[in-house]
């Protein structure tokens, strides 16, 4: 069973540029959350998708924006780059029903703004 | 307002003992802790999960423990190996819709097992 694939690896990018990055849930796994991991702030929750609707939503600017598609496979979209933009940005599957399911993370995006 | 919080930045462990990650949380709705361990510039990797009306999950060397009236849990890896060597997340959601994630992490343990 394949996992959570997320492309590309490593980006780098201008200070005022877009970004659009992909992800590929776990066949079957129809929810996708976005998380941005950077050495000072840690693992911090971005959006979760459900059924090509955004269902949670973490405390970041109108910049970071997603959707997510009728396969389940999920993009995020930052405008506008800023330096402090940089950081290793993580995607999460899971069923996205019932009690106790399980994310399951993504190898990540390594996204660096100059 | 850190709602996870895992104290220990860091726990050296020699090879065959038990290693013990405790951490705590602050929010009551939290009904559903996760463990990850994690390498650099790699995605967490799960490791095991608890339920809030558990308060014992094990899955071969590892053991999560939950203390809701304390807001603490903790993992146990007994045998500590080599390969277990790794930053080790606690992570806490919130099931205010069923099956939704929002998981809140804490800042990580980095566990160095010696030989």
């Known amino acids: 069973k394949a996992g959570v694939t997320q492309t590309p690896r490593y980006l780098i990018k201008t200070r005022g540029q877009q970004v659009t990055l992909s992800c590929s849930p776990i066949s079957g796994h129809r929810s996708v959350s976005w998380y941005q991991q950077t050495p000072g702030q840690g693992l911090q929750f971005l959006f979760e998708y459900f059924s090509e609707t955004q269902r949670n939503k973490g405390n970041f600017p109108g910049r970071f924006s997603g959707r997510q598609f009728s396969n389940s496979r999920s993009e995020m979209n930052v405008s506008t780059l800023e330096l402090g933009d940089s950081a290793l940005y993580l995607c999460a599957s899971s069923l996205g029903q019932g009690m106790n399911t399980e994310a399951f993370f993504g190898q990540g995006t390594r996204l660096t703004v100059v | ?115």
């Not at chain 2, 060397?61 to 890896?77: D, G, Q």
């Not at chain 2, 007994?78 to 819709?97: H, K, R, T």
């Open chain 2, 1 to 115: 307002d850190q709602q996870v919080k895992q104290n220990s930045p860091s726990l050296s462990v020699q090879e065959g003992r038990i290693s013990i990650l405790n951490c705590d949380y602050t929010n009551s709705m939290f009904d559903y802790f996760l463990w990850y361990k994690k390498y650099p510039a790699e995605g967490p990797t799960f490791l095991i999960s608890i339920s809030s009306i558990k308060d014992k999950n094990e899955d071969g060397r590892f053991t999560v423990f939950l203390n809701k009236s304390a807001k603490h849990l903790s993992l146990h890896i007994v045998p500590s190996q080599p390969g277990d060597s790794a930053v080790y997340f606690c992570a806490a959601n919130a099931f205010l819709i069923q099956g939704a994630q929002k998981l809140v992490f804490g800042q990580g343990t980095r566990l160095t097992i010696n030989p």
